[in-house]
């Protein structure tokens, strides 16, 4: 994808995402990077590979081992959830094997969710 093409992408994006800072995300993501892929048939890691996360049930990557916890969560991942998971993962989820503090600037996780929708291959409805 070309950066006009993500700019465009962006910018269908319901608020606050649609005006997010995806060089931040991509800086962001540096959090991320040690546990996670996030290309087309990217390695499971610490964590298991992204791509595709967005509208997807949580855990249903079958080459990982999830938590009995992310398993049995019911979360369908789409921004909102994200938002929360990123912001204190262990609190969000108490069980979860990610191992992560969190993401505490509201403006960073929204940078880093859009980053992640475009890197993705999120589609919005
Ligand atoms: C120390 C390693 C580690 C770091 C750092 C980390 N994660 Fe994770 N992540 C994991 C593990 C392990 C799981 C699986 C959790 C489970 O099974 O409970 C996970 C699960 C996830 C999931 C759910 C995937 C699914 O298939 O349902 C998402 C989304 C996610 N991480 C995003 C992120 C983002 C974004 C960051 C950076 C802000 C991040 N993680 C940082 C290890 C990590």
């Not at 997807?56 to 990557?61: P, T, Y």
Request: hydrophobic fraction near 40%; aromatic fraction near 8%.
């Amino acid at each position: 994808m070309s950066d006009a093409e993500k700019q465009a992408l962006l910018a269908s994006f319901p608020a606050p995402y649609n005006t997010a800072d995806l060089a931040n995300g991509e800086a962001k993501f540096g959090l991320c990077r040690s546990c996670h892929t996030i290309t087309p048939d990217g390695a499971n890691m610490t964590g298991p590979n992204l791509h595709g996360v967005f509208g997807q049930k949580a855990a249903q990557n079958a080459k990982f081992r999830y938590s009995d916890a992310l398993k049995n969560s019911g979360i369908v991942w789409d921004a909102n959830h994200l938002d929360e998971w990123l912001a204190k993962p262990m609190t969000y989820l108490p069980g979860t094997k990610m191992s992560f503090a969190g993401v505490k600037d509201a403006k960073d996780r929204t940078d880093l969710i859009a980053y992640l929708m475009v890197e993705t291959g999120h589609k919005p409805q």
